[in-house]
């Protein structure tokens, strides 16, 4: 009975130590969207934490709003973020899903039609910042993060 009533114990316990690691923010993001927003071409800017597979993996999604979507506007923008991201202590330790749209936050009604408005990076893009092509986000490790500012 007494085993019974410790595994009780442990298992609420661990339970709760769960919950709280999810719900304590481990990033403070105001300021880092506000610095965000002040990037030349970025109208403004989100930042949101998630943990995707558990509380032990942390990635910071990063939504960027820009005036000017051509090629080089779009890597100066994406290179200019990286250097943001990068110089911040916590945020440059997890892994950085960056989306960008045209726009600003009140051009857009509902999550689909954000989702349906990403710019993807085309080839020429993508290939002068040594990323992929066509994909809606930039996702981007620590050390790839890192890299990036340092090219800019």
Known sequence: ??????LIGIVIV?????LSACAAPDVELGDLEAELSGIGNVNDATATLSHPGGAGHTEVA???????VTDAAVVGVVRAAASVL?????????R????LLQGTPSDFTSDQQRS??????????AAELGLQSGHEFIVLSPDRLSRL???G
């Not at 009975?1 to 410790?6: F, L, Q, V």
């Not at 990063?62 to 000017?68: A, E, G, I, R, S």
Request: net charge negative.
């Open 14 to 18: 661990a339970g709760m130590l769960a």
């Open 116 to 125: 349906d408005a990403h710019i993807r990076l085309d080839d020429t893009a």
């Open 96 to 99: 950085v899903s960056m989306g």
């Open 149 to 151: 500012a340092g090219e």
């Open 1 to 6: 009975m007494r085993s019974i009533r410790a």
């Open 62 to 68: 990063v939504t960027l709003y820009v005036d000017d």
């Open 86 to 94: 990068a110089a911040d202590p916590e945020v440059s330790r997890h």
